[in-house]
């Protein structure tokens, strides 16, 4: 399985249950609606073992059934015809409640052994 992980460090306009509100039932449906997402986990953080450790407030993972899906833009926002208005769309959207230079995007395989 593919996934990408993105560790979540901080709000910049929202007190935090506004962030949470706002991840929860804005960004989350938007994100089904445009990315091939198979599995969609999000992990809110309430609170860290030390206190000297970045202010990480959530931790999201999306899932996707192929590579594919996840590295090549035209399957992850869509066809020629949508991709830019999809891709402003979650820009926006996600600039909106978040910092994008808090977000730390981890691509990785998950492996089932059995």
Same mark, same amino acid.
């Given at each position: +399985?593919?996934?990408?992980?993105?560790?979540?460090?901080?709000?910049?306009?929202?007190?935090?249950?506004?962030?949470?509100?706002?991840?929860?039932?804005?960004?989350?449906?938007?994100?089904?609606?445009?990315?091939?997402?198979?599995?969609?986990?999000?992990?809110?953080?309430?609170?860290?073992?030390?206190?000297?450790?970045?202010?990480?407030?959530?931790?999201?993972?999306?899932?996707?059934?192929?590579?594919?899906?996840?590295?090549?833009?035209?399957?992850?926002?869509?066809?020629? +015809?949508?991709?830019?208005?999809? +891709?402003?769309?979650?820009?926006?959207?996600?600039?909106?409640?978040?910092?994008?230079?808090?977000?730390?995007?981890?691509?990785?395989?998950?492996?089932?052994?059995?």
């Amino acid at each position: +399985m593919n996934k990408e992980i993105y560790l979540v460090s901080g709000t910049h306009a929202e007190t935090y249950p506004k962030y949470r509100e706002r991840w929860h039932n804005s960004h989350s449906p938007l994100s089904l609606r445009i990315h091939r997402l198979w599995h969609y986990n999000r992990n809110v953080v309430t609170q860290t073992v030390a206190s000297n450790e970045p202010a990480l407030i959530g931790i999201l993972e999306e899932h996707f059934k192929a590579r594919t899906n996840l590295l090549i833009p035209f399957r992850f926002f869509g066809n020629p +015809m949508v991709i830019i208005p999809r +891709m402003i769309e979650v820009y926006r959207d996600i600039n909106s409640f978040l910092d994008y230079k808090t977000i730390e995007p981890w691509p990785l395989r998950e492996f089932h052994i059995r």
